[in-house]
């Protein structure tokens, strides 16, 4: 009982020093450049992968985790980006590096009007009403074959890698990922941990004094909603990339599953606990595959359960509870100053005020949890 007392419980954020969190960053993407260029096709096109699945999962753990939203039509908006891609690329000759700004902008620009009538609703009426645009999404492909070609796809052919590269267009395509997925990261990063998060937190937590003191509740969820649409959309188009087909059946209640099983694994709220999040829903339903082709299927289920009961603030739990007290005693300007490594400390075992900083925590994690 004590092991699942220890894992329920939440962990504050590590407080490292700026030295070692630029040299953390730094060493992370040198290794993800070289990565490509010393693995098969089949290996990049996982991590290609996992990169989609970043950039989706950042705009919705910043919409769900931060500002307390669920969404389970996230796939619809993945879904637009896809098509946008393929009927772009195939049928109208536009330029494939044009399509990411495109798809962003039609998806802020739909996810907005989306968000404008949803996001009155709350809790379990706002994730039914989003259900609904995740099940519809393979019906309204196949509806519109004239210009999706419905049950058939669309074979996606763009994407080459220019010659004086040198590479390979896995490589290529890799990269295209790695670039658009750093930038989402370093984005949602700022906005997460600045004011604008700051106003997110409390409207998830209380809406009614947020509105008080002035934060615009609805337009901030709505244009949160907007963004997140649209970073949905821009993996959608970095999919295509990747899959290079695009078909209805791709875009159902699965990936639906899947976006929200990744933000729940790698832990609400928290930004890094996106990428731990993507490497489970690529890795780990193909693990299990080669166990039983049958355990594939109900890889996101069982996860889901197990993470809410066993491990509800996630991955980064785990990380945050091992490195802590290493990462505490490293010395070096924290990103707060003095004040900031002071609390670091004392928010370790038998540091002083370790049970308050996690009350704290509590405080804010458990109404994450009441969403679920």
Known sequence: MRMFELLRRPRAELDAPVWLSRATMILVVLVAAVA??????????????????????????????????????HGFFFALGAYLSAVLVENHGVPYLLLIPIAFAVGYVVGYLFGLPALRLHGLRLALATLGLALVTPAVIKRFEHVTDGQAGINIFGAEAPEFTGLARDQWVYYLC???????????????????????????????????????????????????????????VL??????????????????????????????????????????????????ADINQSAAGITYGVALILFIFVLPYGVISLVRQGFGPVVARIPGRRRGGPAAAGAARSSTPGGGRGDAAEREVDESAATQLRML
């Open 36 to 73: 490509p260029l010393v693995s098969a096709p089949y290996v990049n096109f996982d991590r290609s992968m996992v990169l989609v699945y970043i950039v989706v999962g950042l705009g919705l753990n910043l919409l769900t985790g931060n500002t307390g939203q669920i969404s389970l039509g």
């Open 178 to 236: 790695l670039v658009v997925a750093l930038v989402a990261y370093l984005v949602v990063r700022r906005l997460a941990t600045g004011r604008i998060g700051r106003s997110l937190i409390a409207i998830r937590d209380y809406e009614a004094v947020a509105t008080t003191l002035g934060v615009p509740a609805t337009r901030t969820k709505t244009t949160i909603f907007a963004f997140s649409a649209a970073l949905a959309g821009v993996g959608g």
């Open 239 to 288: 999919y295509s990339f990747v899959v290079q087909y695009v078909g209805p059946e791709a875009f159902g209640l699965p990936l639906a599953i899947a976006f929200i099983t990744m933000i729940v694994v790698g832990g609400l709220g928290t930004v890094p606990g996106v990428v731990f999040g993507a490497f489970f829903v690529v890795y780990v339903p193909q693990w299990t």
